[in-house]
């Protein structure tokens, strides 16, 4: 179940409900829109895709 995870956001959201949240499950990274809570669509990603992503993230 997607929902069982301890979803975090980013220290750097604020206390407004308008970021995501990440989950980390044992294979891959989970990630919702804080808006929709339980009720969202969640993405997935291996972690070598998510890594990939962070580091192009911190380049902008």
């Known amino acids: 179940m997607l ?15 308008n970021c995501v949240e990440v989950a980390d499950a044992t294979d891959r990274i989970l990630v919702r829109d804080s808006k929709l809570g339980e ?3 969640v993405l997935q990603f291996t972690t070598s895709q998510w890594s ?9």
């Open 39 to 41: 009720s969202s669509a």
């Open 3 to 17: 929902n069982s995870h301890m979803w975090r956001k980013s220290s750097r959201s604020g206390s407004g409900d």
């Open 52 to 60: 990939a992503f962070l580091a192009l993230a911190k380049t902008r």
